[in-house]
Nanobody
């Protein structure tokens, strides 16, 4: 059984920064790729960023390009999302996801096999 455990959410002022972490655990599990999605109240879940595990190629939603950065630590099976210049519209529950193999474009939720429980990020003064 693969588990994804997120951490690092919280309350931050506009313009501030936060770093989210997501550790994947499970018997001999090595992800093909991992990503972050978010869901604000009353809205659909949307893609934020993704990274391929072997080559470290990154993908971002237009709304976060230049402000967010995704990275991974292969040895720890952990993915990070460094968020900067945060805006109130970034407020959402952020979910980490992992793919066992390539299942489609990284921006699609269907490409992922495992999901974390979510961590709340609130951007407010």
């Amino acid at each position: 059984q693969v588990q994804l455990v997120e951490s690092g959410g919280g309350l931050v002022q506009p313009g501030g920064s936060l770093r989210l972490s997501c550790a994947a655990s499970g018997r001999t599990f090595t992800p093909y790729g991992m990503g972050w999605f978010r869901q604000a109240p009353g809205k659909d879940r949307e893609f934020v960023a993704a990274i391929s595990w072997s080559g470290g190629v990154t993908y971002y939603a237009d709304s976060v390009k230049g402000r967010f950065s995704i990275s991974r630590d292969n040895a720890k099976n952990t993915v990070y999302l460094q968020m900067g210049s945060l805006k109130p519209e970034d407020t959402a529950v952020y979910y980490c996801a992992a793919a066992r193999t390539y299942g489609g474009p990284w921006s699609g939720a269907y490409a992922y096999d495992y999901w974390g429980q979510g961590t709340q990020v609130t951007v407010s003064s």
